[in-house]
């Protein structure tokens, strides 16, 4: 079926350094998210994306975080500062316009903050 | 507020057994709700949906899911295991109408099948 991919698999960063995670979303999918999940705690929603603009984000999404889609290249999570409470795996996915609830997931980048 | 509950955190099954993974939701306003699997290093996996109409769902590789409204429930089910149903599962619901489309996890149920 169709795969979404994630550059990279597992990054680790000193503390207050930038970070960007990589995203290669379906083809022809739309609409593109972010979650996070910390160890041992249940996935939680950061950010919805579509036609270059943000549509919803969480309380999670800090003023540190900013994603983007360029011309059509990666979707990327970008954070700027780090701070020890980032370590976590993130998850990108994407859907079709129409049916959005169905949302296809990247295998998810192993983020470590020291 | 609007929650999903999966009370097993992990499950031990033997190959050939029948299954059943719990999830309970809350939500007060019309769910559309899934269950997804996750292998190891790979991305979740959509097995199931259900928005409406019968409430019991066909998934994938022989899975099902009942939905029921009174009980606030949306339980996995499988009549014969094999060992390569290994995975996590999570129960996830989506509130319709969000404006972000966002989906709402359960913690995932760990499911080993013995041999």
């Known amino acids: 079926g169709p795969k979404v991919l994630q550059i990279p698999s597992h990054q680790i960063i000193d503390m207050g350094q930038m970070v960007t995670l990589n995203c290669d979303p379906v083809?022809?999918?739309?609409?593109f998210y972010w979650y996070k999940q910390i160890l041992g705690q249940q996935m939680e929603f950061l950010v919805n994306?579509?036609?270059?603009?943000?549509?919803?984000k969480s309380k999670l999404f800090k003023d540190q975080f900013s994603v983007e889609r360029p011309d059509g290249s990666y979707f990327t999570l970008k954070i700027q500062p780090t701070a020890l409470e980032d370590s976590a795996v993130y998850f990108c996915a994407s859907s079709l316009a129409g049916t959005e609830y169905e949302q296809y997931f990247g295998p998810g980048t192993r983020l470590t903050v020291l | 507020a609007q929650s999903v509950t999966q009370p097993d955190a992990r499950v031990t099954v033997s190959e050939g057994a029948s299954l059943q993974l719990r999830c309970k939701y809350s939500?007060?306003?019309?769910?559309?709700l899934f269950w997804y699997v996750q292998y190891p290093r790979q991305g979740l996996q959509l097995l199931l949906k259900y928005y409406s109409g019968d409430p019991v769902v066909q998934g994938v590789n022989g899975f099902e899911a009942e939905f029921s409204k009174s009980n606030s429930s949306f339980h996995l089910r499988k009549a014969s295991v094999h060992w390569s149903d290994s995975a996590v599962y999570f129960c996830v619901l989506s509130p319709y109408g969000s404006s972000g489309n966002k989906l709402i996890f359960g913690i995932g149920t760990l499911l080993s099948v013995k041999p």
């Open positions: 994306f579509y036609n270059g603009k943000v549509m919803e």
């Open positions: 083809s022809n999918h739309l609409y």
């Open positions: 939500y007060s306003g019309t769910p559309y």
